[in-house]
Nanobody
């Protein structure tokens, strides 16, 4: 079984910064893509940022220029640096990965979620 273990997030005032980490573990053959989604109460779960194995990135328009996604392939870990945070960034952030296990095919995996709260 593949697991995504998240850390970071928390509470911060508007304009501040927070960082999220997500490490994948298990019988991993390759990681096709990793990224972050977020969901506020009563809202849909929306894509925040993704990064592929070649380091190519894509961001939601709402976070472009403020958030930075990066990865450490040796540690199977993805990071999300969140700067200039706004109250509307408040949500549960979920790590997402498309991972191929040994002798298997690509599947979707989700972390448990980390709370990010930005006060005004």
């Amino acid at each position: 079984q593949v697991q995504l273990v998240e850390s970071g997030g928390g509470l911060v005032q508007a304009g501040g910064s927070l960082r999220l980490s997500c490490a994948a573990s298990g019988s991993i053959f390759s990681i096709n893509v990793m990224g972050w989604y977020r969901q506020a109460p009563g809202n849909q779960r929306d894509l925040v940022a993704i990064i592929d194995g070649g380091g190519r990135t894509n961001y939601a328009d709402s976070v472009k220029g403020r958030f930075i996604i990066s990865r450490d392939n040796a540690k199977n870990t993805v990071y999300l640096q969140m700067n200039s945070l706004k109250p509307e960034d408040t949500a549960v952030y979920y790590c997402y990965a498309v991972i191929t296990r040994t002798r298997d095919f690509p599947r979707d995996y989700w972390g448990q979620g980390r709370q990010v709260t930005v006060s005004s």
